[in-house]
């Protein structure tokens, strides 16, 4: 038995799918929409109920779970408390001042005292983590790797528990970086200057992230983001990132020559 802890995005559906094929699970849901409460093995939670949740685990003698999609920083004050909840709320907390990442690591940690394990969401789904190569017929050139190392660059100056997973470079500058919001948020900001594509997305995990969870995650939707502003490229890093629609985002690609990258 696996528990899913799932969060916003579609990459959790995805999961979903694989999962059914080869284990035995439970959803735990965290969306505010409460997406998978049509699946009877699903039980709507909130991040609050600590007590709950792991109650949920144990009850089916679930010793695993895996994280999939963007578990967003609640409201403190409006959120639902348990009596566990209460004990390690002050954590919560004092660790969601340092980013999304550190919320996360707490909440492992918290699961971890409790004896439940957390796997990483490539357990199901390792071929959409994809390793180095270019996926497309167009190539960065000199200036599109220009724009690679600078945004490698910011990336690296971010804090350690920051919310930055992604950067955008055109031109040797950095046009914006990724806050809380997330990389649609991001790409938004950013306006096509040309009908040549021009500038690049580099996605990279967060420092000190725990690889288990959270990784950058792109496909056809992103792909489509950055043609509307304008962007030539997509940059991953090896084995740490999650590709979705990588056949229809590569093909999309290609139609409009840009490339796809794993460094």
Not at 216 to 227: A, D, F, R
Request: proline share 3%; net charge positive; with cysteine.
């Amino acid at each position: 038995m696996i528990g899913l802890i799932f969060g916003e995005t579609e990459f959790p559906k995805y999961i979903l799918k694989k999962v059914k094929r080869k284990s035995k699970y439970l959803i735990i849901d965290l969306t505010k929409k409460k997406i998978f409460k049509k699946d009877r093995n699903s039980h709507a939670v909130s991040i609050g109920q600590f007590g709950k949740i792991i109650s949920i685990l144990k009850s089916k003698n679930c010793k695993k779970v895996l994280f999939a999609g963007k578990v967003t920083k609640p409201s403190f004050k409006s959120i639902k408390l348990d009596f566990k909840g209460i004990y390690y709320m002050p954590k919560i907390i004092k660790s969601s001042k340092l980013g999304d990442a550190a919320i996360l690591k707490q909440i492992i940690n918290i699961l971890k005292k409790e004896k439940i394990q957390t796997v990483s969401s490539n357990k199901f789904t390792p071929e959409i983590s994809l390793p180095k190569g270019n996926y497309t017929t167009a190539k960065p050139n000199a200036s599109d790797t220009k724009d690679i190392l600078c945004g490698q660059k910011a990336l690296k100056k971010s804090g350690n528990f920051s919310f930055t997973q992604g950067a955008i470079c055109r031109n040797n500058k950095i046009l914006a970086i990724e806050e809380s919001g997330g990389t649609q948020k991001m790409i938004k900001k950013v306006k096509k200057i040309s009908k040549f594509p021009n500038g690049v997305l580099i996605k990279f995990p967060k420092k000190r992230q725990d690889l288990r969870v959270d990784l950058p995650t792109v496909g056809l939707e992103t792909l489509k983001q950055c043609k509307t502003a304008g962007l030539k490229g997509i940059v991953l890093k090896h084995k740490l990132n999650i590709f979705l629609n990588k056949r229809q985002s590569v093909k999309y690609a290609n139609r409009n020559k840009m490339f796809i990258l794993i460094k």
